[in-house]
Structures are given as C-alpha cells and as structure tokens.
T-cell receptor
C-alpha cells in the first residue's frame, strides 16, 4: 500500500462545476499538506499549503485537512477550462529537519469542459 | 526571476549511451532535488542536495545513476549506461527551505531511451 493514495482519474466536469479532489494517507506523522498543479508538459507548481487540520481558502480554491481520518481535499469552485491539469497532493512531517521529504500522491487528472 | 532551468528539454538516445541532464536552480535557493516522473510510478525523489551536499540519495535506482552539484548554481544527473526503462521525465526542483516543502520545479527533461 502506498503511503499517499490518490485516484488518478481522469475527472471530467462541465465549466462552472464544483470540483472535489482527494487524497488519503497512512502516516499519522504528516503535518504539512500541499497541493501542486501540473499542466501538461510542465513541472508541478505549488497551489495551496496547509499546516495540520482545518481549512484554507484562496480565491476559488479551498484546501481541507482531516487528520483524524487521514484525508485531505481540494475544492475548486466555479471551475474553468484553465483549471484542466493534474493535481498532486503532497505531504511531509516537518520543515525543520533536512531528512524529511515530501511524499507525493500519484495525481488526479482534471478536465473542465467548456 | 528565470525560475529553475533544465536542459535538454528532450533527449532521445540509444540503450547503452551516457545521458547527462543539467539543472540551474533559482538563485538563493539552498536545496535542490532531482525527481523522476512516469505514468506507472508517479513522481519519485531520486536525490536531494542541501548547500551543494548530497543529503539523501536513497531514491537513486542503481549505480548507473549519479548526481553532482559542484556549486550553488549547477547540478547534473548522469545515467551511464542508459536503459529503456530509464525513459521518463526528469525534473529538477529547488527550494529556499532546508527541508523542501515549497518546491519550484523546472519544466523537465523528457528522456527516451530506445
């Protein structure tokens, strides 16, 4: 079993829909949770970053962490065709130790159709 | 800022040949990471440098792979001899943080080994 699980999709939605992307993880030591967005033939770029449990909102994007369930989500409101990309969750134990690496999920491919 | 610069963007080579991938991190970033991305395995961390010193190379698949960082502005990943199973997109990323977390990825080097 992988340490971080993510449905690969593809997830196809109409423009304007609310999108929910999710990851589950097994390591209860993870405290920092991130979402990276990767456009086709590009490198991933950091989209959202949260620490511990709770919600964080940035424009149309909301990141949610439920540490008790070991489950994180990314919600996209009013989805746009420009949101079409692969979304990778990533997590790590802490920022202070150089030995702690980011663990990535496999990514979910999202397609928003006009 | 120009971002992380990788070269070549595309490389097609024959089995047994030596491949050298290059990376220029963002100026001022102390940490540098080499990742490999395939459909089957997703993003895999190969090696991580902090202040030009290799910290963790446990992800390097075998002795055919080697990486160097002779100075703060340049790193190489070498595969010798290359094999078809090495075909993947290789990403270099840099971070201003010692433990990573927020990574700035280059656009990747797409390697095809025939």
């Amino acid at each position: 079993q992988k340490e971080v699980e993510q449905d690969p999709g593809p997830l196809s939605v109409p423009e304007g829909a609310i999108v929910s992307l999710n990851c589950t993880y097994s390591n209860s030591a993870f405290q920092y949770f991130m979402w990276y967005r990767q456009y086709s033939r590009k490198g991933p770029e950091l989209l959202m970053y949260t620490y511990s449990s709770g919600n964080k909102e940035d424009g149309r994007f909301t990141a949610q962490v439920d540490k008790s369930s070991k489950y994180i989500s990314l919600f996209i409101r009013d989805s746009q065709p420009s949101d079409s990309a692969t979304y990778l969750c990533a997590m790590m134990r802490d920022m202070s130790n150089a030995g702690n690496m980011l663990t990535f999920g496999g990514g979910t491919r999202l397609m928003v159709k006009p | 800022d120009a971002g992380v610069i990788q070269s070549p963007r595309h490389e097609v080579t024959e089995m047994g040949q030596e491949v050298t991938l290059r990376c220029k991190p963002i100026s001022g970033h102390n940490s540098l990471f080499w990742y490999r991305q395939t459909m089957m395995r997703g993003l895999e961390l190969l090696i991580y440098f902090n202040n030009n010193v290799p910290i963790d190379d446990s992800g390097m698949p075998e002795d055919r792979f080697s990486a160097k960082m002779p100075n703060a502005s340049f790193s190489t990943l070498k595969i010798q001899p290359s094999e078809p199973r090495d075909s993947a997109v290789y990403f270099c990323a840099s971070s201003p943080y010692r433990a990573g977390g927020e990574l700035f990825f280059g656009e990747g080097s797409r390697l095809t080994v025939l």
